[in-house]
């Protein structure tokens, strides 16, 4: 099923919840970030290409795939506020959660990535750059990059500067680069309808100790070039014109009192200790201070 969604002060957008959806726990979120030619204020142009795309031509995604609709450059801030309204509604594993975009999406996918890298368990930015100059954090979340040497709509150097940034903050084991030999720049948006694209994403979490990057992946002209060959038929998802329903209630928050323990704040809200920790990534050694915010539910 396909719906369309809105969040106050962020962006319009199509949400995907595979057939999985009722019998899971938690599902991953994917979110994909178009380029400039989807910009506008009409939703249907933002199924032209892309991960939504994919699904209905029959590539399998059990997550899920949310595709917003930008009129100018992406705005990490909004970008996020629509994430943190899935996690209210929806079963959403929060250590799974997903960004990659191209051309003005891939700018999007690495402002994004730098802004909440401790959110962001992984993403692909393809044949974009990053509008910000403190691209540090970067190196600290698992990413893959991808650009054509000879893409004219956007420079390869773009993504060339990244890199050299992130570079010169000393560490690169969580990032991985290919520059495509006489590759242009449409010819990269085969990268949303290939299936390794997600088992690439699918394999990395924000509980993975130290945050290593999967290199059993890799990109190139031969595999762009098969890149429908596996799709089959077309998958008729099921495109729904009203909103998205919520199906669960809002995320509920505890702001902790002098003294107060984990334990004590599971008791007091009628939950465990341990998922405590599994929803706001803590450990059970955690320490406590007045004033913080945690979630309870």
């Not at 989807?38 to 939703?43: F, H, I, K, V």
């Not at 959110?119 to 692909?124: L, Q, Y």
Request: glycine share 6%; proline share 4%; aromatic share 10%.
């Amino acid at each position: 099923m396909a719906c369309r969604g809105f969040v106050e002060d962020s962006y319009n957008f199509w949400l995907y919840l595979p057939e999985t959806y009722e019998k899971a726990e938690e599902l991953p979120v994917v979110m994909f970030l178009h380029g400039k030619s989807l910009s506008g204020d009409s939703l249907e142009m933002v199924l032209r290409y892309g991960c939504i795309d994919a699904i209905i031509r029959g590539r399998k995604i059990n997550a899920m795939v949310v595709a917003p609709q930008a009129q100018e450059a992406w705005n990490p801030q909004r970008v996020m506020a629509i994430y943190d309204w899935l996690d209210d509604h929806y079963k959403v594993d929060t250590n799974r959660f997903y960004v990659l975009g191209m051309s003005m999406g891939g700018y999007g996918t690495l402002d994004v990535a730098a802004a909440y890298p401790d959110r962001v368990a992984a993403a692909i930015a393809l044949c974009g750059g990053a509008s910000g100059k403190e691209l540090c954090s970067l190196g600290t979340l698992p990413l893959w990059i991808v650009h054509g040497t000879a893409d004219e709509l956007v420079p390869v150097w773009c993504s060339d500067r990244v890199v050299d940034s992130i570079r010169s903050c000393g560490d690169t084991t969580r990032l991985i680069y290919n520059r495509l030999e006489g590759e242009n720049h449409s010819r990269l948006a085969r990268v949303f309808y290939l299936e390794q694209t997600y088992k690439w994403l699918f394999s990395h979490s924000l509980l993975d100790k130290d945050r290593p990057v999967n290199r059993s992946y890799s990109m190139s002209t031969e595999l762009l070039n098969v890149a429908y060959d596996d799709m089959g038929k077309i998958y008729p998802i099921q495109i729904i014109e009203a909103e998205c329903p919520p199906l669960r209630d809002k995320m509920k928050y505890h702001v902790v009192k002098k003294g107060e323990s984990l334990a004590e704040i599971a008791v007091e809200n009628y939950t465990t200790v341990s998922i405590l920790c599994r929803l706001n990534n803590f450990k059970k050694t955690t320490k406590m201070w007045a004033g913080r915010k945690i979630r309870v539910k």
